[in-house]
């Protein structure tokens, strides 16, 4: 009979406490995991649902609450930029007439000045051009295009023409010669 205790005296520590210690740890593990605080009783689910809903809602208030703040804030922003937007456009249109304006009341006095200047400026090369040697000028015209030197020697004495066009190319002497001639 002592060794029937003895096996019986076994059974206790060997499947009894473990049993009880894996209930404990899945009773834990649940309260844990649903939310709930550890010692709380399994079956009080509806003062512990309140208690995590109400905390949830007060949270959700909070996070719309900031959320429609930044809304309002966002909308301000777009209000503001509308209004410079607009302020923007209103300096661009009026800047854009000025331009329009001063280009028409320049045209006149620009295009008489660049007749002028176009007159002045061609005298002074084909004076350059008069004062160089023959040979340094036929050098720099030989690599010119041929209506280019035109408008150029045009403005030369012939004596002058005669010596650059003979110490020049004579394929670009050729095409000058019939440009000279053509005008």
């Known amino acids: ?15 009894i406490i473990p049993f ?57 922003e777009k209000e503001e930029q509308k209004q410079t937007l607009q302020v923007k456009e209103q300096e661009i249109t009026k800047l ?7 280009k028409k009341a320049s ?20 004076d350059v051009y008069a004062e160089m040697s023959p040979k340094e000028a036929a050098l720099i015209f030989n690599e010119l295009s041929p209506t280019e030197v035109v408008s150029i020697i045009e403005n030369i004495d012939a004596e002058q023409q005669a010596a650059i066009i003979a110490k020049m190319d004579a394929k670009k002497a050729a095409a ?6 053509s005008e």
């Open 107 to 126: 045209a006149p006095a620009a295009s008489t000045t660049s007749t002028s200047e176009k007159k002045t400026k061609k005298t002074p090369v084909s």
């Open 1 to 15: 009979m002592s060794e029937q205790k003895t096996s019986k005296q076994w059974i206790l520590p060997l499947v």
């Open 96 to 102: 854009i007439s000025e331009r329009d304006q001063l």
């Open 20 to 76: 009880i210690i894996i209930l404990l740890t899945a009773y834990f593990v649940l309260n844990y995991a649903n939310g709930r605080p550890l010692l709380s009783l399994p079956f009080d689910t509806e003062k512990t649902a309140k208690s995590t809903a109400t905390s949830n809602d007060q949270e959700l208030v909070k996070r719309l609450k900031v959320a429609n703040n930044e809304i309002k804030k966002l909308r301000n």
């Open 176 to 181: 000058l010669t019939q440009l000279l001639a």
